[in-house]
């Protein structure tokens, strides 16, 4: 990351700290939503690439247009969120109204005393997300991937580390797992022994883990998603839900579950992740400026 890239995140993110000290929350994420996402170094690079993936699902240019307006207001308010993060204070997410669809699902399946599986997308707010599941009153482990030494968090590795720390102090006794190629298994195994609900994404191509990846047909293309974590709660009969957290305005969010499999033996791994891009496309349909995969449909090549 170069030197004004760099300037610019420190002033995008003091503006978002500004916000919060300032005025309330709801009224903090409105303004994040309208103003920060001219502040990002990257928004403007990013745009052909994101509207090239929503093009190549929807054939009215202005869905994808109104879409892309979605993403970079939720962009801002993820940006307001970051800043409580790296203070000491956790009581704030008391301030966030949560609605819960599905609560029973994960529930019920929490009760056969082997933990979940909770996969996500790359949405907006994935540790906020976290975050508020664990208001369920369950463990939450959530599977991150560490590349904080990667050019673009190296001028920001206390600020991550920071981050890190308190989200684990809102994960209602559950881990955060940093992990590298070939050094989640154990720790995953760990936290379903426990009982715990396990997070992970499984809607990226990024190059990961190449024996644990699935080429799968989604919304008339094809998208590259990592099994691993799937292949372990299969083998372990785990039951698995997917989810995901929205903001529906000011203070107020709307987290999202939906069954995949109870944990029966027999359950192949591309049925639960057919399962999931269902979910996925589902949320799309409704929401497609929530989804941050469009970027990946845009570099894919045919």
């Excluded at 970051?82 to 929490?110: M, P, R």
């Excluded at 664990?134 to 904080?148: E, F, K, Q, S, V």
């Excluded at 600020?159 to 684990?168: G, L, M, P, S």
């Excluded at 024996?211 to 698995?240: E, H, M, Q, W, Y």
Aim: glycine share 8%; aromatic share 10%.
């Amino acid at each position: 990351m170069g030197i004004l890239a760099t300037l610019r995140i420190k002033f995008m993110l003091a503006w978002a700290t500004l916000l919060r000290m300032c005025l309330s929350y709801p009224a903090g994420n409105r303004l994040a939503s309208k103003t920060i996402h001219q502040l990002h170094p990257f928004t403007s690079r990013q745009k052909p690439i994101y509207l090239a993936g929503l093009n190549k699902v929807f054939t009215d240019n202005n869905k994808a247009v109104e879409a892309w307006r979605r993403h970079l207001a939720l962009l801002g308010v993820h940006r307001f969120q970051s800043t409580f993060y790296t203070g000491e204070n956790i009581s704030w997410i008391k301030q966030c109204q949560l609605e819960v669809l599905g609560a029973d699902v994960i529930k019920e399946a929490h009760l056969q005393g082997k933990g979940v599986l909770v996969m996500t997308y790359h949405h907006h707010f994935n540790m906020l997300f976290c975050n508020l599941l664990a208001t369920l009153g369950l463990p939450t482990t959530t599977i991150a991937m560490d590349d904080r030494g990667g050019n673009g968090y190296r001028n920001f590795s206390k600020r991550v580390n920071r981050i890190y720390n308190h989200a684990e102090r809102l994960l209602s006794g559950g881990d955060i797992i940093l992990v590298k190629p070939q050094s989640q298994v154990r720790p995953i195994l760990r936290a379903f022994e426990k009982n715990h609900l396990v997070i992970t994404a499984n809607d990226f191509p990024d190059v990961f883990d190449d024996k644990n990846r699935t080429d799968l047909p989604f919304l008339g293309t094809t998208l590259s998603c990592p099994t691993g974590t799937v292949k372990l709660a299969v083998k372990k009969n785990i039951p698995i839900v997917a989810a995901y957290l929205n903001w529906e305005g000011d203070d107020r969010f709307k987290l999202v579950i939906r069954k995949i499999s109870d944990g029966a033996e027999g359950m192949a791994v591309n049925t639960a992740m057919t399962g999931y891009l269902e979910v996925l496309a589902t949320l799309i349909e409704e929401d497609p400026g929530l989804w941050e995969g469009w970027k990946w449909l845009g570099i894919s090549t045919e």
